[in-house]
């Protein structure tokens, strides 16, 4: 779990400033904790918004740089999966996406992985479900679902 971190001009600060860390219950994982709302400048798609360092990024995608401890390469999102509210930042809730989804060479997700009890797409990381990729731990519910879509994309080729 995220704690406010100390130094209080530190963009991160300024980011808890702006959350609400006692939003409503997860509407689709409430097992993952609640929502937290994001109170700042939200943009026309209802997503929050985050300025930082002269550059606006997602306030959610801020969040999860805040609990990952480095910034998200270039081309990622964040998907949210446990809940459907475009205004909560609670990186449970969501997964880093980037549209390449190529889980097996992925750092960021292999990382997340490792430290938790559940994968980024929140599978439980049992020891049934939890496999060896090349970046680290992976998930075989996330690799099934991959390989699923896959196989969709070529069947319409
Ligand atoms: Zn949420
Ligand atoms: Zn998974």
């Known amino acids: 779990m995220l704690s406010v971190p ?29 929502c937290w709302l994001w109170t700042g400048r939200a943009g026309a798609d209802g997503y929050g918004r ?9 306030a959610a995608r801020a969040g999860w740089e805040i609990a990952l401890g480095e910034q998200l390469p270039k ?24 549209a390449s989804e190529d889980i097996d060479n ?12 559940y994968c980024v797409a929140g599978h439980a990381l049992t020891h049934e479900n939890r496999i060896t990729i090349p970046a680290g731990v992976g998930c075989r519910a ?15 080729r």
């Open 6 to 34: 100390s130094g209080v001009a530190s963009w991160e600060g300024r980011w808890f400033e702006r959350v609400d860390v006692h939003g409503p219950e997860a509407d689709r994982h409430p097992e993952f904790g609640p």
């Open 75 to 98: 081309g990622y999102g964040v998907r949210r999966y446990a809940c459907t509210r475009r205004l909560c930042v609670n990186p449970e809730h969501g997964r880093p996406w980037i």
């Open 142 to 156: 996330c690799r099934h679902e991959v390989e699923v879509e896959r196989a969709k994309r070529r069947r319409r």
């Open 50 to 58: 985050f300025d930082r360092a002269g550059e606006t990024t997602t």
């Open 106 to 117: 992925d750092r960021i997700l292999a990382r997340w992985n490792a430290t938790h009890d």
